[in-house]
C-alpha cells in the first residue's frame, strides 16, 4: 500500500475541484463587475434605463457568488485541519457531508448525483478522520467505475441502524445481485479500501442488502 | 458590425448569461446553452459563428462536446474555456480542432481578440 501516495493523490483531488470552483465563482464575479463597469460607462452618456436595478442585480449575484466562494474555503480549510488529531471524536455523517460538499462536483462532472441520507440517531465514533475521507471518497469512486452507467446515476450515503457502520449505496443498478459483487471486488479502488480499513480498524464488506459498500467501525 | 451569433456552452449559468450579456453590449448575438447536449441540439438547428464552450461539464464533458461540435461543423471555430492548470487540455482540444483556449476568469478583451482573429481566419480560410 503506498499511504502517502493515495494521500497525495486525495489531497489532489479535492484541492483540484475546491479550486476549479473557486475559478468559477471568481470568474463570476469578475464578469459582473465588469458588466457594471460596461453598464456605468454607458450611463456616461446618457442612454441607460433602469441603471439601478441592472446594477443591484450585479451586485446580487456577486454577494451570491462571495457566500459561495466562503463556504467552499471554509470547507477546504475544514478539511485541511482533520489531519490535525491521528484519532477524534467524529460525527460520522457530519464529516461525509463536508467531504461531500467540497468534491461533489468531481461526481457531478461524472454525472453522479450523491444524497445523504439523514438518521434519526447520528453517532459519533474515534476514529482517524484524514483516513475514513479517504476510505469514503474511495467507496464512491468504486462505486462510479464499476457500475459506469450511461445516464446519470446515484449514490446514497446512510448510517447502518443494526451497526456502527455507514453504507455507500449505488441507486437504480441493472446489474444481477451476483455480478455486482464480481464487479466491486475487480474494481482497483477495493483493494485500496480494504487495505486502508485494515490500518485504520475499520472493516470494508460488500453490502448484503444493496448495491454498494458497508464500512464498519470496529 | 453583421450580426455575428455566438454560441456560449457552460454549465455556470451566472457566468454564461453575463458573459452573453457583456457579448450583445459589444454588438454580439449570444445564444447560451447550460451543458454539451443543449448546446449541441442548438448547433444542430440553428447557425452559428463562433462557439464559446467551457471544458469541464457534467455529463458530455467539453473535449466530448467539442468532438460533436466538430462533427456537426467542421469549420466552426471553437474558443475553450479552461481553469488554470487544465492547459494541457485545452492543448489536447486544439488537437481536436479548437481554434484556441483561454483561462477562467476570463479578459473580456482578449475574448473579443480571440473571436475576431477566428473569424478573420475563417473568412480567409
Same mark, same amino acid.
Given at each position: 500500500?503506498?499511504?502517502?501516495?493515495?494521500?497525495?493523490? &486525495?489531497?489532489?483531488?479535492?484541492? #483540484?475541484?475546491?479550486? =476549479?470552483?473557486?475559478?468559477?465563482?471568481?470568474?463570476?464575479?469578475? *464578469?459582473?463587475?465588469?458588466?457594471?463597469?460596461?453598464?456605468?460607462?454607458?450611463? @456616461?452618456?446618457?442612454?441607460?434605463?433602469?441603471?439601478?436595478?441592472?446594477? /443591484?442585480?450585479?451586485?446580487?449575484?456577486?454577494?451570491?457568488?462571495?457566500?459561495?466562494?466562503?463556504?467552499?474555503?471554509?470547507?477546504?480549510? /475544514?478539511?485541511? =485541519?482533520?489531519?490535525?488529531?491521528?484519532?477524534?471524536?467524529?460525527?460520522?455523517?457530519?464529516?461525509?457531508?463536508?467531504?461531500?460538499?467540497?468534491?461533489?462536483?468531481?461526481?457531478? @462532472?461524472?454525472?453522479?448525483?450523491?444524497?445523504?441520507? *439523514?438518521?434519526?440517531?447520528?453517532?459519533?465514533?474515534?476514529?482517524?478522520?484524514?483516513?475514513?475521507?479517504?476510505?469514503?471518497?474511495?467507496?464512491?469512486?468504486?462505486?462510479?467505475?464499476? &457500475?459506469?452507467?450511461?445516464?446519470? #446515476?446515484?449514490?446514497?450515503?446512510?448510517?447502518?441502524?443494526?451497526?456502527?457502520?455507514?453504507?455507500?449505496?449505488?441507486?437504480?443498478?441493472?446489474?444481477?445481485?451476483?455480478?455486482?459483487?464480481?464487479?466491486?471486488? =475487480?474494481?482497483? @479502488?477495493?483493494?485500496?479500501?480494504?487495505?486502508?480499513?485494515?490500518?485504520?480498524?475499520?472493516?470494508?464488506?460488500?453490502?448484503? /442488502?444493496? &448495491?454498494?459498500?458497508?464500512?464498519?467501525?470496529? | 458590425? %453583421?450580426?455575428?451569433?455566438?454560441?456560449?456552452?457552460?454549465?455556470?449559468?451566472?457566468?454564461?448569461?453575463? $458573459?452573453?450579456?457583456?457579448?450583445? $453590449?459589444? !454588438?454580439?448575438?449570444?445564444?447560451?446553452?447550460?451543458?454539451?447536449?443543449?448546446?449541441?441540439?442548438?448547433?444542430?438547428?440553428?447557425?452559428? +459563428?463562433?462557439?464559446?464552450?467551457?471544458?469541464?461539464?457534467? !455529463?458530455?464533458? !467539453?473535449?466530448?462536446?467539442?468532438?460533436?461540435?466538430?462533427?456537426?461543423?467542421?469549420?466552426?471555430?471553437?474558443?475553450?474555456?479552461?481553469?488554470?492548470?487544465?492547459?494541457?487540455?485545452?492543448?489536447?482540444?486544439?488537437?481536436?480542432?479548437?481554434? %484556441?483556449?483561454?483561462?477562467?476568469?476570463? +479578459?473580456?478583451?482578449?475574448?473579443?481578440?480571440?473571436?475576431?482573429?477566428? $473569424?478573420?481566419?475563417?473568412?480567409?480560410?
Amino acid at each position: 500500500m503506498e499511504n502517502r501516495n493515495d494521500k497525495t493523490a &486525495f489531497f489532489g483531488k479535492v484541492t #483540484a475541484s475546491v479550486t =476549479h470552483e473557486m475559478q468559477n465563482v471568481l470568474a463570476i464575479i469578475k *464578469e459582473n463587475s465588469g458588466l457594471m463597469e460596461d453598464f456605468l460607462l454607458i450611463n @456616461q452618456t446618457g442612454d441607460l434605463s433602469d441603471i439601478e436595478e441592472k446594477l /443591484g442585480k450585479c451586485i446580487k449575484t456577486i454577494k451570491k457568488q462571495a457566500y459561495r466562494g466562503v463556504d467552499l474555503t471554509s470547507g477546504l480549510n /475544514g478539511f485541511v =485541519h482533520t489531519t490535525d488529531n491521528a484519532r477524534m471524536s467524529v460525527n460520522i455523517l457530519d464529516l461525509v457531508k463536508k467531504l461531500i460538499s467540497i468534491t461533489e462536483r468531481i461526481f457531478r @462532472q461524472k454525472n453522479v448525483n450523491i444524497s445523504i441520507i *439523514e438518521s434519526e440517531k447520528p453517532y459519533s465514533v474515534i476514529i482517524d478522520p484524514l483516513f475514513f475521507q479517504m476510505v469514503s471518497f474511495l467507496c464512491i469512486e468504486c462505486l462510479v467505475e464499476s &457500475f459506469e452507467a450511461d445516464g446519470a #446515476a446515484a449514490i446514497d450515503i446512510r448510517l447502518s441502524n443494526n451497526q456502527a457502520a455507514i453504507e455507500f449505496l449505488y441507486a437504480d443498478s441493472i446489474l444481477k445481485y451476483e455480478d455486482y459483487k464480481e464487479k466491486i471486488i =475487480h474494481n482497483a @479502488q477495493w483493494l485500496k479500501i480494504t487495505d486502508l480499513c485494515r490500518q485504520a480498524n475499520f472493516k470494508a464488506e460488500i453490502s448484503p /442488502g444493496g &448495491f454498494g459498500i458497508l464500512i464498519i467501525f470496529e | 458590425m %453583421d450580426n455575428i451569433n455566438i454560441l456560449l456552452i457552460d454549465d455556470e449559468s451566472e457566468f454564461v448569461e453575463t $458573459l452573453a450579456e457583456r457579448l450583445e $453590449l459589444r !454588438g454580439y448575438v449570444s445564444k447560451t446553452a447550460g451543458d454539451g447536449e443543449s448546446g449541441i441540439g442548438m448547433l444542430a438547428n440553428e447557425s452559428f +459563428d463562433v462557439a464559446i464552450l467551457d471544458l469541464m461539464m457534467p !455529463g458530455l464533458n !467539453g473535449l466530448e462536446t467539442l468532438k460533436q461540435i466538430k462533427a456537426i461543423d467542421k469549420t466552426l471555430p471553437v474558443i475553450l474555456l479552461t481553469g488554470h492548470g487544465s492547459t494541457r487540455d485545452g492543448m489536447e482540444g486544439m488537437r481536436i480542432g479548437a481554434f %484556441d483556449f483561454l483561462m477562467k476568469p476570463l +479578459d473580456i478583451d482578449e475574448l473579443i481578440g480571440k473571436i475576431k482573429l477566428a $473569424l478573420n481566419k475563417q473568412s480567409k480560410g
